[in-house]
C-alpha cells in the first residue's frame, strides 16, 4: 500500500506535470478536432481557472484590442460556434467550416512543465480563408492535463469575396 501511495505522489507531484512536444501536438491535434465539432465545453476545458488571452484583430473596420479571461473566451467561442453551427445548417453544409492549426514551434522549459507554443491558425468559410492568426500560448501541465494558460494572438479577418 505504501509503495501504491509513493508512486501516486511521485505521479501527482511530478510526473503528471511533465509536457513533451509530441504530447502538445497530440493535444493541439484533440483541440482542433474539437473545434471542428463545435465542441466549446471540451475547448473551455482546457483553459486553467486564471486564463487570459490577449488579442489583437485586424479588419476592414480597424484594429481591435481585447482581453479575455476564461469566462469571456468561453462564452465568445460558444457564441462564435452557435452561428457558425446556424449559418451551416441554413446553407446544409455549402458553408461549412474548416480550421487548421499548424505548429510551427515548441519551446519547453527545462522542468518540462511549462511550454509556449507559436502557431498559425487558419478558419475558412465555405472553402474560403475567413481569418488567419498568429498566436503564442503558454501551456501548463496539471493533474495529468494540458492546460492553456495564456494566449496572445494577432489575427487578420477577411470578408470572403464572391467570383
Not at 139 to 162: C, Q, T
Request: with cysteine; net charge neutral.
Amino acid at each position: 500500500m505504501l509503495v501504491v501511495s509513493l508512486m501516486g505522489g511521485v505521479w501527482f507531484l511530478h510526473a503528471g506535470r511533465l509536457m513533451t512536444e509530441k504530447s502538445i501536438e497530440e493535444q493541439y491535434y484533440v483541440e482542433s478536432s474539437a473545434m471542428a465539432r463545435f465542441d466549446a465545453d471540451y475547448l473551455c476545458d482546457r483553459l486553467s481557472d486564471d486564463f487570459r488571452h490577449d488579442s489583437i484583430t485586424f479588419s476592414l473596420g480597424g484594429t481591435q484590442r481585447e482581453t479575455y479571461d476564461k469566462q469571456e473566451s468561453c462564452d465568445v467561442m460558444r457564441e462564435a460556434f452557435r452561428d457558425f453551427k446556424r449559418l451551416s445548417a441554413l446553407t446544409n453544409g455549402r458553408m461549412g467550416l474548416s480550421m487548421e492549426n499548424r505548429i510551427v514551434e515548441v519551446s519547453l522549459s527545462e522542468d518540462r512543465k511549462v511550454a509556449h507554443v507559436e502557431a498559425i491558425g487558419v478558419v475558412r468559410l465555405g472553402g474560403r480563408m475567413l481569418s488567419r492568426s498568429h498566436y503564442v500560448d503558454r501551456l501548463v501541465r496539471r493533474n495529468g492535463r494540458i492546460l492553456h494558460e495564456a494566449s496572445e494572438s494577432k489575427s487578420w479577418l477577411y470578408i470572403p469575396a464572391g467570383k
